[in-house]
């Protein structure tokens, strides 16, 4: 059965403050792994997708990386308004998405 | 800009009610999707749809239905609805693979 498993579950930050939000997964054959951001009360926004080991894409202060097993989503110097929900979700056969509980990120001033 | 947009922000049911949540997306997107997410659990697929009047059933499809009657639409419904189908429920669209989410509708089923 694919799996998706995000940690760590809640990650506080003090602003300035640089860390990694990891996503492991066991699946029967990749196609593509996707990072969105949720605000409260809100739907996912799309950030990134990767398809393949050695991957990495950037967006801001945000860069994501893959490996065979995993994907880390790298947070530098993070700001109060980097505050969300980051979920991990991958794709194997079809159009289907399979999505981790995410991890939930507060940045302090 | 995608753009999918959702009936209801926030909804208030009882228990035994027929639902309709409703779903369109402006892009022609192909594929639809229905989502509900719960704290702790992550979204889960309900249902989902390649084409018009095509469905295909998710995860987690007891007690709910679908209908796709024309490309921009995706309907959820719940049938009776129960006090465990509380939650968040999530519309999503996409052309290849990344899919585009909609802003969401809590429902709370008393």
């Known amino acids: 059965e694919d799996q998706v498993t995000q940690s760590p579950e809640a990650l506080r930050l003090q602003e300035g403050e640089s860390s990694s939000l990891n996503c492991s997964y066991t699946v029967s054959g990749l196609r593509g792994l996707f990072w969105y951001r949720q605000d409260p009360g809100k739907g996912p926004e799309f950030l990134f997708t990767l398809y393949s080991a050695g991957e990495e894409k950037e967006k801001e202060r945000l860069k994501a990386t893959l490996t065979k097993k995993e994907s880390f989503l790298h947070i530098t110097a993070p700001k109060p308004e980097d505050s969300a929900t980051y979920l991990c979700?991958?794709?194997?056969?079809?159009?289907?998405?399979?999505f981790g509980a995410g991890t939930i990120l507060r940045v302090k001033s | 800009d995608v753009k999918v947009t959702q009936s209801s922000r926030y909804l208030v049911k009882r228990t035994g009610e027929k639902v309709f949540l409703e779903c369109v997306q402006d892009m022609d997107h192909e594929n639809m999707f229905w989502y509900r997410q719960d704290p702790g659990l992550g979204l889960r697929l309900i249902y989902f749809?390649?084409?018009?009047?095509?469905?295909e059933k998710g995860d987690i499809p007891e007690g709910y239905s679908v209908s796709r009657e024309k490309k921009e639409r995706f309907s959820l419904i719940l049938e009776s609805a129960s006090t465990n189908q509380t939650s968040m429920y999530l519309c999503?669209?996409?052309?290849?693979?990344?899919?585009?989410f909609g802003p969401g509708t809590r429902l709370t089923v008393l």
């Open positions: 749809s390649y084409d018009v009047k095509m469905k």
């Open positions: 979700a991958v794709q194997t056969g079809g159009n289907k998405l399979v």
């Open positions: 999503a669209s996409s052309l290849l693979w990344e899919q585009f």
